[in-house]
Every structure is written in structure tokens, then in C-alpha cells.
């Protein structure tokens, strides 16, 4: 059998060309962009598949250094902090908290569910986990935080079934969102008047001898891109202190101390500065700390995804599948039954609102956030 091994950059630079092969394939494929299956999942698992083929005919193996994915990873869920805005989030009212108390209900009990039909099957009650909230609620990114942390705990194939999860999240919570939606308003006789005036307002081509008198800076200058980067970075450095300081003061909790992903410390920083720059009404560069995020979980996924070993599947297929229709089922259910009734309150929003969210609802709890405003 031919042995390929790549170094660390040999492995960044085979995962950034598959992004480019992955925004290919999605912009071609119809159905893939209509349910937005993100760019690096599309490309990652059609080299996970070609992997699969080189190991089971025995032709080839390949070796991959993932050791720059972690750094990817924290450096998304740093970026993630600094959205964390207590002022914005101020701004959602009642709602928000409302919202936050019942994604918070769901995704216990698809923890709940998870664990409980992983121990039917004999499993790990760990392998729920993954097969829960940390794939459907957190998506393809939590996954990879996560995974490798839960496959160290002795569950084998965590990781690749928590992708697989993921994936069929984001499918499944495009397919679901807008009957539910649908259902609800008829159910609840809620009138929809479309404003075809307004609408073709909004769709109106700009004249042409329109000139443009936006004189905003650029987001992503040169000044603006260096001063994210540090930002990011300087979260970074602060918030890796965080877990080996937590997990050294709680050795009186428990025999190892607490144990928190390495994501949690920088992320925690991120939204601390963040919160004081707001205060302190010192703007800092979201636009271009945004887009570097992006970047990072572009990067991180595809290199997350390419490195699945898929054949850990094969003996998990059927746990996984039956625990995924029942986390499915549990979703319908919930949104239908509870979040639509909790968003409906008087001082929340009316019943075509609580509709709208449940539609979302439906997206978050299974997929992500695009496929949840998508919905």
C-alpha cells in the first residue's frame, strides 16, 4: 500500500484547496446551495470518501498534520466572542430571553434522548452526546471542538458521527422549518398580506445615473484588518491561560480538575473586550473580525471533514440513524407544541412572529444559524 504523509502546511494548503473545489461544486449543484451545505463540508467529505476508497481496496493510505486546525478552531470561536455584545443583545428585549430559556429546554432534552437510545444500543452514553446537542444545536464547528475531546474519553468514532450528525441537521432543518411554519399559521388562522408594492420597491434595479455618496471607510482596509487580527490574537493568547487556571483550582471538584474545551478561554476574552470597548464607546473592527472568522471556520472545517475516517460508520449506522429520527421527531414537536406557544405571548410577539421563529427555531436546533434565517 502507497503511504502518503503531508506536513501541517501541506495539510492547510490541500484543505484551502478544497474550499475553492467545494464553492465550485455548490455553486453547480442546486441542491446543495438551496440547503445550504456549507462550501468545506461538500468538498471535505468527497475527499473523506476518496480516503475511504485508497484504505478499503488498499491501493493508498494518507497521513494528514492536523496540528494547525486547533489553531483555526480557536480562532473561529474567538470571533464568535466578539459578537457577544450585551448591548445588542439588550436591545432583543423580553424576547431574547425567552428564546435563549427555550433553545436551552431543547437541546437538554436532545442531550436527554441522545444518551438515553445510545445505552438502549449498548453504547457509550457519551456517543449521545455527539449525536445530541453538541451536532445538531452546535453544528459542524462545535463538533469539531468537541468530538476529539469525547473520542479521548474512549468513544470511538465520535467525531465522524458527530459530522455525519451535522450534516443531516442541516438538511433536515431547511426540509422541516417551513411546513412547520406553514402549519402553524394555518392552524392558528393568522393572516398574511403581501405588500406587492412594497415588493417591488425592494427588488427595483438602481437607476443608473444614481452616484453613490457613501463616504463610510472601508471595513476591510489595511488599518482594519490588522487591528482584527490583533484583536484576535491578543484574545487568544489571554484566553489560553484560562483552562489550565480553571482546571487547576477545581482539583478539589474532581480527581482531574474541570476539564473546558480550549475554545472556551479565548472566546470568554473575546466577549470581555468586546463588552468593555462598547462601554467605554470605542468601536472595534467587527466587520473585518467577522470575515476572519469565517475564514478560520472555512479552514478548520475543511481540514475537520477531510481527516473523517468514515469506516468508524459502518458498525454505528444503525444507532445513529434511529437517534437522529427521534431528535427529528423531538424538534417537531417542541417547536410546534412549546416554542411556538412561549414566543406567542402577548409582550413577545404576535402569532405570525412566533411562527416566523419557530421556522427558525427549526433551522437552529438541527442545523445552524444560515440555515435558521434561511428558513
Not at 468545506?40 to 498534520?65: C, E, Y
Not at 405588500?195 to 438602481?206: F, G, L, R, S, T
Not at 402577548?346 to 437552529?364: E, K, L, M, N, Q
Amino acid at each position: 500500500m502507497m503511504e502518503l504523509k503531508f506536513d501541517m502546511v501541506q495539510t492547510m494548503a490541500i484543505a484551502a484547496a478544497l474550499l475553492f473545489v467545494g464553492n465550485y461544486i455548490k455553486q453547480r449543484v442546486c441542491v446543495i446551495k438551496r440547503y445550504y451545505i456549507p462550501a468545506p463540508v461538500v468538498s471535505g467529505i468527497i475527499a473523506s470518501l476518496i480516503i475511504l476508497f485508497g484504505r478499503q481496496t488498499g491501493l493508498f493510505s494518507v497521513t494528514f498534520d492536523v496540528t494547525l486546525q486547533s489553531l483555526f478552531m480557536n480562532a473561529f470561536f474567538t470571533t464568535v466572542g466578539f459578537m457577544a455584545s450585551l448591548k445588542l443583545l439588550s436591545q432583543g428585549g423580553l424576547g431574547v430571553v425567552v428564546m435563549l430559556i427555550a433553545a436551552t429546554l431543547l437541546l437538554t432534552l436532545q442531550n436527554v434522548i441522545g444518551c438515553s437510545l445510545a445505552s438502549v444500543f449498548d453504547l457509550d452514553p457519551k456517543f449521545g452526546l455527539i449525536t445530541g446537542s453538541v451536532s445538531l444545536t452546535g453544528g459542524h464547528g462545535t463538533v469539531g471542538a468537541f468530538g476529539k475531546t469525547i473520542e479521548d474519553l474512549g468513544v470511538v468514532g465520535a467525531q465522524t458521527a458527530g459530522f455525519a450528525a451535522a450534516t443531516y441537521g442541516l438538511i433536515v432543518g431547511c426540509l422541516i422549518g417551513g411546513p412547520i411554519g406553514k402549519l402553524l399559521l394555518k392552524r392558528n388562522k393568522v393572516k398574511v398580506h403581501n405588500d406587492k408594492a412594497a415588493d417591488e420597491v425592494i427588488n427595483a434595479e438602481p437607476t443608473k445615473d444614481v452616484v453613490s455618496t457613501d463616504t463610510r471607510p472601508d471595513p476591510f482596509s489595511g488599518t482594519n484588518l490588522i487591528n482584527a487580527t490583533v484583536c484576535i490574537a491578543i484574545s487568544m493568547g489571554l484566553g489560553s491561560l484560562v483552562a489550565p487556571y480553571v482546571k487547576a483550582h477545581t482539583l478539589w471538584l474532581m480527581k482531574d480538575g474541570l476539564m473546558l474545551p480550549s475554545y472556551l478561554g479565548p472566546m470568554l476574552i473575546a466577549a470581555l473586550i468586546r463588552n468593555i470597548t462598547d462601554f467605554a464607546k470605542r468601536p472595534i473592527p467587527m466587520e473585518a473580525i467577522d470575515s476572519l472568522g469565517s475564514i478560520s471556520l472555512s479552514i478548520f472545517l475543511s481540514m475537520a471533514m477531510m481527516t473523517m475516517k468514515i469506516w468508524e460508520l459502518i458498525d454505528l449506522a444503525i444507532p445513529l440513524i434511529t437517534i437522529l429520527l427521534v431528535q427529528t421527531l423531538l424538534v417537531i414537536l417542541f417547536v410546534y407544541f412549546c416554542t411556538f406557544r412561549i414566543m406567542k405571548i402577548r409582550a413577545i410577539g404576535s402569532p405570525y412572529d412566533s411562527a416566523v421563529i419557530c421556522t427558525g427555531h427549526c433551522g437552529f436546533a438541527l442545523g445552524a444559524t444560515p440555515t435558521a434565517v434561511a428558513n
